[in-house]
């Protein structure tokens, strides 16, 4: 059973657009805290934006572009990058957590999903 799907990866031209999704288990979609994380290529993930019943917290480099948010109905959260830049490029990976207030360091983020790949060309 897969508890966390990411999905909308893909290929956009600097400046662009694009919403990933993370379609989650009743379970997991209940958990307070859900974040997404961009792992570039030296492996580390950084956290991108999270979201708790007590609000959202966004990375600097990503403040004012990017969107965190759920759909309870749908058991969903998205992530809404605009602006998109060449160095956004990663593999994006939506996790959550029981914390509510969730760490900052990917390590302690307690379930994954597979990831979904970013490429923004120049």
């Known amino acids: 059973q897969v508890h966390l799907e990411e999905s909308g990866g893909g290929l956009v031209q600097a400046g662009g657009s694009l919403r990933l999704s993370c379609a989650a288990s009743?379970?997991?979609?209940?958990?307070?805290?859900m974040g997404w994380f961009r792992q570039g290529p030296g492996g580390q993930r950084d956290l991108v934006a999270s979201?708790?019943?007590?609000?959202?917290n966004y990375a600097d480099f990503v403040q004012g572009r990017f969107t965190i948010s759920k759909d309870s109905g749908k058991k969903t959260g998205y992530l809404q990058m605009n602006s998109l830049k060449p160095e956004d490029t990663g593999v994006y990976y939506c996790?959550?957590?029981?914390?509510?207030?969730?760490?900052?360091?990917?390590?302690?983020?307690?379930?994954w999903g597979q990831g979904t790949q970013v490429t923004v060309s120049s």
């Open positions: 979201i708790t019943p007590g609000g959202q």
């Open positions: 996790a959550v957590d029981s914390s509510w207030r969730p760490s900052t360091q990917w390590t302690n983020w307690e379930y």
């Open positions: 009743d379970s997991f979609f209940s958990l307070p805290a």
